[in-house]
T-cell receptor, first 117, second 112 residues
Framework: GAVVSQHPSRVICKSGTSVKIECRSL??????MFWYRQFPKKSLMLMAT?????????EQGVEKDKFLINHASLTLSTLTVTSAHPEDSSFYIC?????????????FGQGTRLTVV | GQQLNQSPQSMFIQEGEDVSMNCTSS?????WLWYKQEPGEGPVLLIA?????ELTSNGRLTAQFGITRKDSFLNISASIPSDVGIYFC????????????FGKGTLLTVNP
């Protein structure tokens, strides 16, 4: 399957600072990437859909000014958690769709554990 | 919005036993996907289903896309300790955004 790389895998930051998480498709081009948040022992919650060259589409209840998404190229999307607070601590996961395939799967990165202290 | 009911929520089995889990939906999906997630990792795709009635195998795993397009099951035969993890079903309606709706997961524990 296609490989999606997410970086960093773990990050600890101080309250009030911003953190950037990168999601890269290593061996394919992805016009669309997705950002999820996952709480312990819970399912994945879609935060936003990132489209290359255009603004991200955010799910209801997700603050776009808090979670900045940039999809600058066909292989890279970034999620920046701005002015992080302890309640932003969570597991963030990205996924990417393979461009140009009609029947296609979404491949996931390995996730980023964010801890805000 | 679309709802996915996944069951069972958790399973405790002995090594060698077969396992079955399923998902049902309140609406139709065009694609069903099954993922496995291990602690601290992202989900890994196990099986993808694209046609109603489709039955697909991947080693000891077998999954089916229900005829009504509102359900899917995953079977694991002859379980082994490394099958431990959380299994998620996910459905997609298609279209340009291809958003996935996830089930709540089935936590599988295999006792050696």
């Amino acid at each position: 399957g296609a490989v999606v790389s997410q970086h960093p895998s773990r990050v600890i930051c101080k309250s009030g600072t911003s953190v950037k998480i990168e999601c890269r498709s290593l061996d394919f081009q992805a016009t669309t990437m997705f950002w999820y948040r996952q709480f312990p022992k819970k399912s994945l919650m879609l935060m936003a859909t990132s489209n290359e060259g255009s603004k991200a589409t955010y799910e209801q209840g997700v603050e776009k000014d808090k979670f900045l998404i940039n999809h600058a190229s066909l292989t890279l999307s970034t999620l920046t958690v701005t002015s992080a607070h302890p309640e932003d601590s969570s597991f963030y996961i990205c996924s990417a769709r393979v461009m140009g395939r009609q029947n296609t799967e979404a491949f996931f990165g390995q996730g980023t554990r964010l801890t805000v202290v | 919005g679309q709802q996915l009911n996944q069951s069972p929520q958790s399973m405790f089995i002995q090594e060698g036993e077969d396992v079955s889990m399923n998902c049902t939906s309140s609406s139709i999906f065009n694609t069903w996907l099954w993922y496995k997630q291990e602690p601290g990792e992202g989900p890994v795709l196990l099986i993808a289903l694209y046609k109603a009635g489709e039955l697909t195998s991947n080693g000891r795993l077998t999954a089916q896309f229900g005829i009504t397009r509102k359900d899917s099951f995953l079977n694991i035969s002859a379980s082994i300790p490394s099958d431990v993890g959380i299994y998620f079903c996910a459905g997609a309606s298609g279209g340009s955004n291809y958003k996935l709706t996830f089930g709540k997961g089935t936590l599988l524990t295999v006792n050696p």
